[in-house]
């Protein structure tokens, strides 16, 4: 790693974290702190990071016909399209990844996926009864019933494929692929569209939530997965006396959200820990995006448009400090400062690589882990 000479380096709870040297005089002027969930507040690499491998492996076994590995996506390819800019949500993660695997399929396949959906298919079917016809039928097909899959040139192909994604998400590799089948595809998928009408948000939901969960946020039946969820799997990694301490700060009020999971899924995981939040400092973009259909409207709305970071940061009037793990809360804070020049950036990094890449985008705030930062910010 460089030797990053605007930095101030302190050593915190037996790890590293660095200070810009000239973010210590605006200190006096921070009014509060906005966070992000995931890998922020909440470790959610075994719930999220693990519902999009079911999902994809799901959807394709059903439509294969056999089943395919459980780590038949790997968490690095997954991590890939994250650190694009442009996959903060992980419901447009599966979707992208299904698109390329089926574009990869052999094209005998893709003819008879094209006719069975066009010719068999109710077009006014849900989800799960739409996956049952097709499948059914392209079992009964004998080229399918020899299809193999090269499981190593697949990831490979896909990792170079998650290479070329940019902060534009979906757009950005959608139009790579093409061809008269995949249009079917897509179509097939219903992607996006609201809860219950769409095959990827709702087994993405439902093995998330757990039924019982799924249930009661939604207001419907689960058609897939009748367990408890991913979500269950969660655990906590900011601690409850790093939120007092900021409290302590900063005063009542002071400390808010900007995610793109739901309310009702970080209520669950944060549970008390969500009363020292402000509810007007609060914003989950994955509840606003099931209120929209089109993928303009939801790019409005979820990171790294600024939109979230502006909302939640409407209460306060001086500087917020604003905590990210990811390139989409990099960017979303720049493009916010853009329009109100009021935030600063602490990325948390855990690992080497991620360190050097924040370091090098010259954050205010480099933390090991947020529980971190009231000791940082006390220390000046």
Not at 6 to 25: A, P
Request: some cysteine; glycine content about 6%.
């Amino acid at each position: 790693m460089g030797d990053f000479l605007n930095y101030i380096k302190l050593n915190i709870d037996g790890n590293s974290c660095y200070i810009r040297k000239d973010f210590i005089n605006l200190i006096k002027f921070v009014d509060g702190v906005i966070f992000d969930c995931d890998g922020v507040l909440i470790d959610a690499s075994k719930s999220y990071d693990k519902t999009i491998q079911i999902t994809v492996n799901y959807i394709l076994s059903q439509i294969l016909g056999f089943s395919l590995p459980e780590d038949l996506i790997p968490m690095n390819i997954i991590y890939r399209f994250r650190a694009s800019g442009g996959f903060n949500n992980d419901w447009d993660t599966t979707y992208i990844i299904l698109l390329y695997i089926f574009s990869q399929l052999p094209q005998n396949f893709q003819r008879s996926f094209t006719n069975i959906y066009k010719n068999l298919l109710d077009k006014s079917k849900e989800p799960k009864e739409r996956l049952i016809i097709v499948s059914s039928h392209l079992r009964e097909i004998e080229s399918v019933k020899d299809l193999k899959i090269n499981i190593d040139e697949l990831r490979d192909g896909l990792l170079k494929f998650a290479e070329k994604a940019d902060s534009s998400g979906i757009d950005s590799l959608e139009r790579l692929l093409n061809g008269e089948a995949l249009s079917t595809f897509k179509e097939f998928l219903n992607y996006p569209n609201s809860i219950g009408e769409n095959l990827i948000t709702t087994f993405f939901e439902e093995a998330y939530l757990g039924s019982e969960i799924f249930e009661r946020v939604y207001g419907i039946k689960p058609k897939f997965w009748f367990n408890k969820g991913m979500i269950e799997n969660e655990e906590l990694i900011i601690k409850e006396e790093t939120l007092i301490e900021l409290t302590n700060l900063f005063g009542e009020g002071k400390l808010g959200i900007v995610s793109g999971r739901g309310y009702y899924a970080t209520r669950k995981t944060l549970g008390k820990l969500m009363d020292y939040f402000n509810p007007k400092a609060m914003v989950f973009t994955a509840d606003d995006l099931l209120k929209e259909s089109s993928f303009d409207k939801q790019k409005e709305l979820a990171k790294p448009s600024p939109y979230p970071l502006l909302k939640a940061a409407n209460y306060f009037h001086g500087k917020v400090i604003y905590v990210g793990n990811s390139t989409e809360d990099l960017l979303m804070e720049e493009r916010a400062n853009k329009i109100v020049n009021k935030f600063l950036f602490a990325s948390v990094c855990n690992d080497k690589e991620r360190l050097e890449f924040f370091l090098n985008k010259q954050v205010d705030i480099a933390l090991h882990s947020v529980n971190q930062l009231p000791k940082v910010l006390r220390g000046f």
